[in-house]
C-alpha cells in the first residue's frame, strides 16, 4: 500500500536553531516527491519537487534531498515566520493524484 | 505563477441544506483537478479527481450523490455538498495538475454544518 509518514509531529525550535524534517515513503512508481508548506486556514503553498535519489533543491533557508526511501527538509537558521505545518506527498505513478504525509508543525519561536 | 482561485473561504450552514465550492484557474487551463478534505491534524484525503466534460471520478468512501463535482470547463470545477450534516464539516481544498511542474492549490473552504 503507497504510504507517507512524516516525522516528528511537531517539532519547536528557537530562531537561528537548525533542524531537518523527516519523509519517508513507500510507493510503487514514484513519479515525485512534493514539499508543500500549509499555514493555519490555507490552502498548501508549494516548495519543492524532487524526482530521483540524490537530488537537491534549495530556496532561502530551506533545502530538500531525496533517497530511494525517504527525504530529507532541512531548515537552516529559521525565522518566526518558517512557523507554519510542512507536506510532504508522493505523486502514483499511474493516477497522478498526491498522496500526503500528516505533516510536521513547525514553531519557530524568537 | 499558476492560480486557483478558490472560494467561499468559509461558510456555515444549516443541517440538510446544499453548498457549493468552486475553483476556478485564473491564468491558466485545468484540464484535470483534485478535490481533498482535511480534518484537524490529519493530512489532505483525496475525494475525487475531475476532468473537464467527463464524469468525476471517485475515492472509495467517499459518496458521489453527496459530493457532487462539475468541471464544464477548462477554468472552473465545482463541489456541491448536498443534504450537508454536521460530520460533513471540514476543509476542503482543490488543486490543479500543472504537469510535471506539480501541483497549484486553492485556498481552502472552512466548512462548518450547524
Known amino acids: 500500500e503507497d504510504q507517507v509518514t512524516q516525522s516528528p509531529e511537531a517539532l519547536r525550535l528557537q530562531e537561528g536553531e537548525s533542524s531537518s524534517l523527516n519523509c519517508s515513503y513507500t510507493?510503487?512508481?514514484?513519479?515525485?516527491l512534493f514539499w508543500y508548506r500549509q499555514d493555519p486556514g490555507k490552502g498548501p503553498e508549494f516548495l519543492f519537487t524532487?524526482?530521483?535519489a540524490g537530488e537537491e533543491k534549495e530556496k532561502e533557508r530551506l533545502k530538500a534531498t531525496l533517497t530511494k526511501k525517504e527525504s530529507f527538509l532541512h531548515i537552516t537558521a529559521p525565522k518566526p515566520e518558517d512557523s507554519a505545518t510542512y507536506l510532504c506527498?508522493?505523486?502514483?505513478?499511474?493516477?497522478?493524484?498526491?498522496?500526503f504525509g500528516k505533516g510536521t508543525k513547525l514553531s519557530v519561536k524568537p | 505563477g499558476a492560480v486557483v482561485s478558490q472560494h467561499p473561504s468559509r461558510v456555515i450552514c444549516k443541517s440538510g441544506t446544499s453548498v457549493k465550492i468552486e475553483c476556478r484557474s485564473l491564468?491558466?487551463?485545468?484540464?484535470?483537478m483534485f478535490w481533498y478534505r482535511q480534518f484537524p491534524k490529519q493530512s489532505l484525503m483525496l475525494m475525487a479527481t475531475?476532468?473537464?466534460?467527463?464524469?468525476?471520478?471517485?475515492e472509495q468512501g467517499v459518496e458521489k450523490d453527496k459530493f457532487l463535482i462539475n468541471h464544464a470547463s477548462l477554468t472552473l470545477s465545482t463541489l456541491t455538498v448536498t443534504s450537508a450534516h454536521p460530520e460533513d464539516s471540514s476543509f476542503y481544498i482543490c488543486?490543479?495538475?500543472?504537469?510535471?511542474?506539480?501541483?497549484?492549490f486553492g485556498s481552502g473552504t472552512r466548512l462548518t454544518v450547524v
Open positions: 488543486s490543479a495538475s500543472m504537469g510535471r511542474d506539480g501541483y497549484t
Open positions: 510507493v510503487s512508481g514514484l513519479r515525485g
Open positions: 524532487l524526482y530521483s
Open positions: 506527498a508522493v505523486r502514483r505513478g499511474s493516477q497522478g493524484n498526491l498522496i
Open positions: 491564468d491558466f487551463q485545468a484540464t484535470t
Open positions: 475531475s476532468n473537464e466534460g467527463s464524469k468525476a471520478t471517485y
